[in-house]
């Protein structure tokens, strides 16, 4: 299977504790996409890389929330002292930009859903 | 900044109806819109997309068309299936933001047999 693959799928966790998802992009890919989706929400942007460098951060990254890209392929993001409010599925997503104004279709994972106690 | 407003759902129908679900959206610039589907305990996966304005994207018998005089993007479907039951998202892509997507709420639709 060549989509983009996260782990884990689960994710249960205590108030406090650090947790860290890890995102396997489609391998020709030079962006990558952190999107936060609550129940009954459409997911919400968190950040992107393109390569290794990390371009945008939504507000909704808190101080708490750190994302890297380190060889330009898989990214992590982790969440340190969790918060009930940061249980949410979290999704990644990646595309093949060519430059220009042209649009980059991003394909998405399955996510991870994080609960936290 | 740029918003997705969707209709609410849950909206129930009986195979083989007629299905719209309306999109309107607020962007600063010239956005790219696109229908995401979420069938249940999957990924999104893209349903279709239209770049400019008065394009109209299609897919599975599902369509959509940029309307930028309304600011609209309305997906419509002739006769539903009981495997389209799913959520579906209506997003845009803005060049000004990066092209990171800007997702409405969802709509979940269950047709029933």
């Known amino acids: 299977d060549t989509g983009v693959s996260q782990n884990p799928r689960h994710k249960i966790t205590k108030r406090g504790q650090n947790v860290t998802f890890r995102c396997d992009p489609i391998?020709?890919?030079?962006?990558l996409y952190w999107y936060r989706q609550t129940l009954g929400q459409g997911p919400e942007f968190l950040t992107y890389f393109q390569n290794e460098a990390q371009l945008e951060k939504s507000r909704l990254l808190s101080d708490r929330f750190s994302a890297e890209r380190p060889k330009g392929s898989f990214s992590t993001l982790e969440i340190q002292r969790t918060e009930q409010g940061d249980s949410a599925m979290y999704l990644c997503?990646?595309?093949?930009?060519?430059?220009?104004?042209?649009?980059?279709?991003?394909?998405f994972g399955p996510g991870t859903r994080l609960t936290v106690l | 900044g740029d918003s997705v407003t969707q209709m609410e759902g849950p909206v129930t129908l009986s195979e083989e109806a007629f299905l719209t679900i309306n999109c309107t959206y607020t962007?600063?610039?010239?956005?790219?819109l696109f229908w995401y589907v979420q069938y249940p305990g999957e990924g999104l996966q893209l349903l279709l997309k239209?770049?400019?304005?008065?394009d109209k994207g299609s897919n599975k018998g599902f369509e959509a068309t940029y309307r930028k005089e309304t600011t609209s993007f309305h997906l419509e479907k002739g006769s539903v299936q009981v495997s389209d039951s799913a959520v579906y998202f209506c997003?845009?892509?803005?060049?000004?933001?990066?092209?990171?997507?800007?997702f409405g709420p969802g709509t979940r639709l269950s047709v029933l047999p």
């Open positions: 997503a990646s595309s093949l930009a060519l430059g220009g104004n042209s649009y980059n279709e991003q394909f």
């Open positions: 391998s020709e890919h030079n962006r």
């Open positions: 239209a770049t400019k304005a008065d």
């Open positions: 997003a845009l892509s803005d060049q000004n933001y990066g092209q990171n997507f800007v």
């Open positions: 962007a600063t610039g010239y956005p790219s």
